[in-house]
């Protein structure tokens, strides 16, 4: 079992930054990649991004390519998401997850462990 909590969302106007944080704990050896993904109100969850955990290979949705990065800390089980540029359309619960596998990190259905999520917020 791996065990994932974000933390790091908040209110922030549109062209501001954030950083969500996603700690891990218990069987994090067994996770193969680290995704980052968010659901707006009314929408379905989406992929915003991911790391492959022993290759760190990142991968990234379009509409936030350029503008959000991901990287992680290893003696803290963590990985970020920098958020940069923010629009009002980036207003969402971003969610971390955790896959043992090694297929498409895109998708939603590749990732066993989820967290609760975190809002973000994009003030116009």
């Known amino acids: 079992q791996v065990q994932l909590v974000e933390s790091g969302g908040g209110l922030v106007q549109a062209g501001g930054s954030l950083r969500l944080s996603c700690t891990a704990s218990?069987?994090?050896?067994?996770?193969?990649?680290v995704g980052w993904f968010r659901q707006a109100p009314g929408k379905e969850r989406e992929f915003v991004a991911a790391?492959?955990?022993?290759?760190?290979?990142?991968y990234f949705a379009d509409s936030v390519k350029g503008r959000f990065t991901i990287s992680r800390d290893n003696a803290k089980n963590t990985v970020y998401l920098q958020m940069n540029s923010l629009k009002p359309e980036d207003t969402a619960v971003y969610y971390c997850?955790?896959?043992?596998?090694?297929?498409?990190?895109?998708?939603?259905?590749?990732?066993?462990?989820w967290g609760q999520g975190t809002q973000v917020t994009v003030s116009s």
């Open positions: 997850a955790a896959s043992t596998s090694w297929g498409a990190p895109q998708s939603l259905n590749e990732y066993e462990y």
């Open positions: 218990g069987r994090t050896f067994s996770s193969s990649t």
């Open positions: 790391m492959r955990r022993i290759v760190s290979t990142t």
